[in-house]
C-alpha cells in the first residue's frame, strides 16, 4: 500500500506521471505538447513521457473543464494555482552523508516560523543563525508546517499541497541546504504536518476524488477518510517523503484528535510502523510525536525504537495551561479546566504526564478526557511554557513576556529545561523576545473576509477590550509584526535571560541526558503556600529532586533538606525567595 507511487517520478529516459482520480473520466498531462493519460479500473491515470526532465511544468486538465496542479506536487514554483515542477531529489549532495540523528532523550526543541525566523524568511537565511541554537544548547529544530499555501504568508496550516515545501522561503534544495548544514551542526530538524484537513484554497481533489473525504467536518474543513487505501498511502507516503527525500529527523503530526479513524488498523498505527520500517533500512534515529487534545496514553511509548505503531511523545498542552493560569492568572477559555488549582496541575503533570486522565473537563461540558499516563516515562512528553498556538491564539498574539514576571518566568524555564520530560522553546523565547505572534494568512476575496470576521468574533468575548487593536490577519503587517527581534537578544536583559537558558541546558547536556533513558516518574506535591516538592528516578538509579517556591512570597524552608548534590539553585538557607527553583540529584 504505501510504495503506490503519486506525483511525477523521474526514470531512465524521461518521467512517469501518476494521478488517482476515480471520478473523471478523462485526464489531460499539460506539458508540451498535452498528452491524454491512460486510465486503469482503479481510478489511476498515468502517462510516460520520454525526454522529460527535472524543471519540467506541468498540470492536468480535467475532463476538460478544469486544470489542476498535481496534489503531490514537489514544488510550486508559481503558487498554489500555477503548474507544478518535475524535481530531481538525488541530485542533491549530502555533505552530512553519515549523520543518524540522535536518540530522543538527546531532544531540546525550539519550535521556528521560516518566514519570521529571520528578516529575509527563507531556508537560507535561518542557516546563519544555526550556531546560535547549537550555542544555547538546543538539539532539534522544529518547523511550523512548510506544506505549499495560498499566498505568500502563512503560518502553515493552510497547506493543500502535501509535498510541495512552500516557494516562499526558497526552492527545494534550500530546504536540503538547511537541514544539511543543521546535521553537520549536530542539530535534528523536525517538521510539524497536517493529516487532518487540507486549507481552504487551492485544494481540488474534491473535484476528480471525492472518495479523498467524508461527510463529517472538523473545525478546519472536511474530515479526510483514512478508511480508502489511497487515501491512506497519500498520507503515509508523503510522511516518508519529507524523511526519506528531505532526511527530516521527526515529524509532528498536527491535531490527531481531529482525525476520523476508520479502518480496522488506524492510519496512524500505519504511519508509525512505516516509518519504523524506514529507520531499519537507513540506520537512523526518527521521531515521531503527537499533537492529541484526548490525552491518549495508549499509543505513546518513547522506548519503542524503532517506532512499530506507537508514538515517541506527545506535546503536553495540559502543562503549558497549569502554567499559564499560574503565571498570569487568565481563565478563559480552556483556561477554565486549570482555574480551580493550577500549582496543584503543574505538580501532577511533573508526577505523571497528563493533568486529565480520565476526568470531566468543565472546558468541554463535563466530557471525560485523557487515560492515566503515570505508568509511561516521562520523555514521552514535550512540555512547553509556550508555543506557536498559545501566543497565536491571542488577540493580540503577546508573548508571556508581556504577562508576567520575569522572576516567575525564570521559575518556570528552570524547572522545564531541567525536568526529565522532553523540553521545547518558541524561537525567541531563549533570550525573552517580546516579538507577537500573532495569526496571519495571505487569502484573497470571500475567503479573506470570512477570516477577518471570524478572527474578530473569536476575540469578541475574553478579549473585547482589544477591540480595533486586534491585528488584521490578512494585512502584511501583521506577518511583518511577528518576525523575530534578533536585535534584543544583546541587550542586557536579552543577554541575561540568554545566560540563564544557556546554563540551564548545559546542566542538561551534562548531567540529565546521560541518565534520562530509563527514568521514571516519582512523584509531586504542591502547598498553599506555593512550596512544590518532586522527584523522580533516573535510568542510573539516581533521584532527581526538585523544590521551588511558585509564589511571589517568600516561603519557610524545609526542616529536613533535600538529599543529594546541588544542580541549581545553590544551598537551602532560610526562606525560600519567591519563585526560586532548586534542583538536587542524590546518586546514593
Known amino acids: 500500500m504505501n510504495e503506490r507511487k503519486f506525483g511525477a517520478r523521474l526514470t531512465t529516459d524521461g518521467a512517469s506521471f501518476r ?21 486503469d479500473d ?12 527535472a524543471g519540467a511544468r506541468y498540470k492536468f486538465r480535467i475532463d476538460d473543464e478544469i ?21 530531481d531529489h538525488g541530485a542533491y549532495r549530502w555533505r552530512a552523508s553519515d549523520w543518524r540523528g540522535r536518540p530522543w532523550h538527546e531532544t531540546v526543541l525550539l519550535e521556528s516560523h521560516v518566514g519570521t525566523f529571520t528578516s529575509d524568511g527563507t531556508y537560507r537565511a535561518m542557516i546563519d543563525k544555526l550556531d546560535h541554537l547549537v550555542e544555547t544548547g538546543i538539539t532539534a529544530l522544529e518547523l511550523m508546517p512548510l506544506s505549499d499555501f495560498s499566498g505568500s504568508r502563512n503560518w502553515g496550516y493552510d497547506g493543500v499541497l502535501w509535498y510541495a515545501p512552500d516557494g516562499t522561503y526558497g526552492r527545494p534544495d534550500d530546504l536540503k541546504t538547511l537541514i544539511d548544514e543543521a546535521h553537520l551542526r549536530g542539530l535534528m530538524v523536525f517538521l510539524d504536518v497536517v493529516y487532518n484537513h487540507f486549507g ?24 479526510i477518510d483514512y478508511g480508502v487505501p489511497e487515501v491512506r498511502a497519500f498520507a503515509i507516503g508523503n510522511a516518508l517523503y519529507w524523511l526519506r527525500e528531505y532526511r527530516f529527523d521527526g515529524l509532528r503530526l498536527d491535531a490527531v484528535h481531529a482525525i476520523l479513524h476508520r479502518g480496522e488498523v488506524s492510519m496512524l498505527h500505519d504511519l508509525s510502523c512505516a516509518v519504523g520500517q524506514l529507520a531499519v533500512e537507513t540506520g537512523r534515529h526518527i521521531h515521531l510525536v503527537l499533537e492529541n487534545d484526548d490525552n491518549i496514553a495508549g499509543v505513546l511509548d518513547a522506548e519503542q525504537d524503532p517506532h512499530g505503531g506507537s508514538y515517541r511523545g506527545q506535546w503536553n498542552d495540559d502543562y503549558h495551561h497549569a502554567w499559564h493560569v499560574l503565571l498570569t492568572g487568565e481563565r478563559h477559555g480552556y483556561y477554565t479546566d486549570y482555574a480551580q488549582s493550577p500549582l496543584q496541575d503543574v505538580a501532577r503533570a511533573l508526577a505523571s504526564g497528563f493533568v486529565y486522565q480520565g476526568e470531566p473537563s468543565p472546558h468541554r461540558d463535563g466530557a471525560l478526557r485523557g487515560e492515566p499516563s503515570g505508568h509511561l516515562t516521562p520523555l514521552a512528553f514535550v512540555n512547553f511554557v509556550q508555543n506557536h498556538d498559545q501566543i497565536g491564539n491571542r488577540a493580540l498574539g503577546d ?23 522532553v523540553p521545547m522553546l518558541f524561537m525567541g523565547e531563549e533570550w525573552g523576545s517580546k516579538a507577537p505572534f500573532p495569526f496571519f494568512c495571505d487569502f484573497e476575496g470571500e475567503l479573506a473576509e470570512a477570516v477577518r470576521q471570524g478572527r ?21 503587517s501583521t506577518a511583518q509584526s511577528a518576525v523575530l527581534d534578533w536585535g534584543s537578544r544583546d541587550g542586557a536583559s536579552g543577554r541575561a535571560r540568554l ?12 548531567t540529565i541526558i546521560p541518565r534520562l533513558a530509563g527514568a521514571t516518574f516519582g512523584e509531586a506535591h504542591a502547598a498553599d503556600n506555593g512550596l512544590l516538592t518532586a522527584h523522580w528516578r533516573m535510568g542510573d538509579g539516581a533521584m532527581l529532586r526538585l523544590m521551588a517556591n511558585l509564589s511571589n512570597d517568600a516561603v519557610p524552608g524545609p526542616e529536613i533538606k533535600p538529599a543529594g548534590a546541588p544542580l541549581w539553585g545553590g544551598e537551602i538557607a532560610g526562606p525560600l525567595p519567591p519563585w526560586s527553583v532548586f534542583w538536587r540529584l542524590d546518586s546514593r
Request: overall charge negative.
Open 67 to 87: 486544470d489542476v496542479p498535481d496534489p503531490a506536487s514537489a514544488f510550486q514554483p508559481d503558487d498554489i494555482q500555477g503548474p507544478s515542477e518535475v524535481i
Open 200 to 223: 481552504p484554497e487551492g485544494n481540488y481533489i474534491g473535484r476528480y476524488a471525492p472518495g479523498f473525504f467524508t461527510e463529517a467536518q472538523t473545525p478546519w474543513g472536511s474530515a
Open 399 to 421: 508573548r508571556l513576556e508581556s504577562l508576567a514576571e520575569p522572576t516567575a518566568i525564570e521559575g518556570a524555564l528552570a524547572i522545564l529545561l531541567l525536568a526529565p520530560m
Open 19 to 39: 494521478l488517482w482520480a476515480p471520478a473523471a473520466k478523462r485526464v489531460d498531462l499539460l506539458l508540451d505538447p498535452p498528452r491524454p493519460m491512460q486510465r
Open 42 to 53: 482503479d481510478g489511476w491515470f498515468s502517462a510516460d513521457v520520454a525526454g522529460v526532465r
Open 456 to 476: 474578530r468574533r473569536e476575540f469578541a468575548g475574553a478579549y473585547a477590550e482589544h477591540g480595533d487593536d486586534v491585528p488584521d490577519p490578512l494585512e502584511s
Open 499 to 510: 545566560k540563564l537558558v544557556r546554563d540551564l541546558l548545559a546542566i542538561r547536556r551534562e
